[in-house]
C-alpha cells in the first residue's frame, strides 16, 4: 500500500518519538538497528524528512535526529503526505488517470470509502500516540 520508502519513513518517526521524548537525540545506526532497515536508506528518507521540518537533527558529538513537540504531534497522514504525496488519498484504486464520479473505474465507489477511512485513521493517528504501545511491549517495529 506504501511505498518502502514511506514504511521506513513511519518506522523511523514513531521510533525517533520513542526514543527522543526525554530530549535526547539519536544516530543513524541506532535508528536503523531499531527498525530493521538499511542505513544508507533510513540516512536519505531522513535528511528529506528534516527538510521538511518532520524531523529535527543536530551536528556535533551529542547531535542525532530527535521530534520537537510540533513534530510529536504530526499525524501519519502528514508523513504519508511528505514521502508518497496524495495520489494514496485521491488516486484511483485500479491507478487509471481518467477514474471519476462521472466516469468510475469497476471499483471507484467501493475504493472511494476504503480511501477515505484510511486518511482518517492515518489523520488521528499521532506520531507520539505509539510511544507507550512500544515501552510495553504491545507494538514492534521489527521484524
Known sequence: MFSKTCEYAIRAMIYIAQKTKEGDRIGIREISKGIDSPEHFIAKILQELSRKGLVQSAKGPNGGFYLDADSMKQSLADVVRAV??????????????QCSETHPCPIHHEFKNVRKQLFQMLEKAKVDNFTEALETSMAYLRR
Open 84 to 97: 508518497d504525496g496524495d495520489k494514496i488519498f485521491q488516486g484511483c484504486g485500479l491507478g487509471l488517470r
